[in-house]
C-alpha cells in the first residue's frame, strides 16, 4: 500500500481538500509494477513445464521495468521492447534486472509493433502494459485503497496513457463509490484517447515529444481499454508542457517529491484549475522515474 497524503499547497488552488496518491514511491518507482506482478503470478498458475517461462512486453521504460524485476522475482526470462529514447533511469534499471532489452525503435509505437511480433514468431506471452486485463486489475488495486483510506472522495484524477492504469481505478470506484468522478488527464502533446473519443473510435494521432513521456503514443486497434473508458470515466482534460513542468516543479518545491513527467500530470491539472467536482480530490503521482540531467533542467539547474 503507498502513502495517502493531503496536500494543502493543491488544496489551495482546487478550495477542497486534496490528498496525493504516492505511487512514486512504489516499487520500481511507479504504479507500473501492481499489474506486471500479478499478470506474471496469473500467468505462472495457468503454466506448466521444467522450462524457464519466457514473457515479451514492450513499455514506454516503467511497465518494462516492472515486468523485468516481477520476472526476476518469479523465475521468468524476460524481453522488453522500449524506443531508443527511451529515458535512461528506466532503461538502467531494466537492465539491472536482468532483463533482454531491445531498444532500437524509433518510437513508442515502434517498440510495441515489435514487441508483439517477436512474441508472436516465438510463440511467447505478450503481457501489454495497458491492454492485458490481469494488468489493469492489479492497477485497480489503488482505487481500492483510495476509498479504504478515503470514502468519501468526491474526484480520482488520473493520467492517461494506454489507459490501463484509469481502467482498473474507474471501474473499482463505479462499484465502490458510483458518485465519484474520474478525470482522466491527458498531455496536448499526445491525445489519443480525447481524439477518440470524440471520433467516437479508435484514432491514430501523431504524437509530438512531451515531458510526460510515459503517455505518450497510440493504443492497441483492439484494447480493451478503450471501452472501458467510453464507460466509466467522467471527463478528460489536457495539460500542456509548461503546465506539466510547472507542477513537476511544485511537486519538489512543495511537497518534497520527485516525480516523473507522467507522475506530474494529475496534480498539474489540478494546480492549472482544470478540475471541475466537489468533495475531496485525489490526484496520482504516478511515477518518479526521470533522469537527473532532466529533472534539474525542468528544476530551473543546469546539471
Not at 500467468?43 to 524457464?52: H, I, P
Not at 485497480?140 to 472522495?153: D, H, K, S, T, Y
Not at 468526491?154 to 494506454?162: A, D, E, H, Q, W
Request: net charge neutral.
Amino acid at each position: 500500500m503507498t502513502p495517502l497524503c493531503e496536500s494543502p499547497w493543491l488544496a489551495s488552488t482546487a478550495g477542497r481538500p486534496v490528498f496525493l496518491k504516492l505511487e512514486c514511491v512504489q516499487r520500481t518507482g511507479s504504479f507500473k509494477f501492481r499489474g506486471a506482478l500479478n499478470a506474471l503470478m496469473r500467468l505462472r498458475a495457468s503454466q506448466r513445464g521444467d522450462a524457464v517461462p519466457h514473457v515479451v512486453t514492450a513499455s514506454a521504460g516503467n511497465h518494462g521495468r516492472a515486468m523485468a524485476l516481477a520476472a526476476r522475482l518469479l523465475g521468468y526470462r524476460a524481453t522488453v521492447f522500449v524506443p531508443r529514447d527511451a529515458p535512461r533511469a528506466k532503461v538502467d534499471a531494466i537492465r539491472r534486472h536482468g532483463a533482454d532489452l531491445q531498444a532500437d525503435a524509433a518510437t513508442y509505437d515502434d517498440a510495441e509493433a515489435e514487441g508483439k511480433a517477436f512474441a508472436t514468431d516465438a510463440r511467447l506471452p505478450f503481457v501489454s502494459p495497458y491492454n492485458h486485463p490481469d494488468v489493469i486489475a492489479g492497477a485497480g488495486m489503488i482505487g481500492l485503497e483510495v476509498f479504504e483510506r478515503l470514502p468519501n472522495a468526491g474526484t480520482l484524477v488520473v493520467p492517461i496513457g494506454g489507459a490501463g492504469l484509469i481502467s482498473g481505478i474507474a471501474i473499482v470506484a463505479r462499484s465502490i463509490a458510483p458518485a465519484a468522478r474520474v478525470v482522466g488527464v491527458e498531455v496536448e502533446a499526445s491525445t489519443a484517447f480525447l481524439t477518440s473519443l470524440r471520433h467516437g473510435r479508435i484514432t491514430r494521432i501523431e504524437p509530438r515529444p512531451t515531458l510526460a513521456d510515459g503517455l505518450g503514443g497510440n493504443m492497441d486497434p483492439d484494447t480493451i481499454t478503450f471501452e472501458i473508458v467510453q464507460k466509466y470515466v467522467d471527463e478528460i482534460v489536457t495539460v500542456n508542457e509548461e503546465e506539466l513542468a510547472e507542477g513537476l516543479r511544485g511537486l519538489l518545491r512543495e511537497e518534497h517529491l520527485v516525480v516523473e513527467g507522467a507522475g506530474a500530470a494529475a496534480p498539474a491539472a489540478v494546480l492549472a484549475g482544470k478540475v471541475r467536482g466537489a468533495g475531496p480530490l485525489v490526484a496520482l503521482a504516478s511515477g518518479a522515474n526521470i533522469d537527473l540531467e532532466r529533472l534539474l533542467a525542468v528544476a530551473g539547474r543546469t546539471p
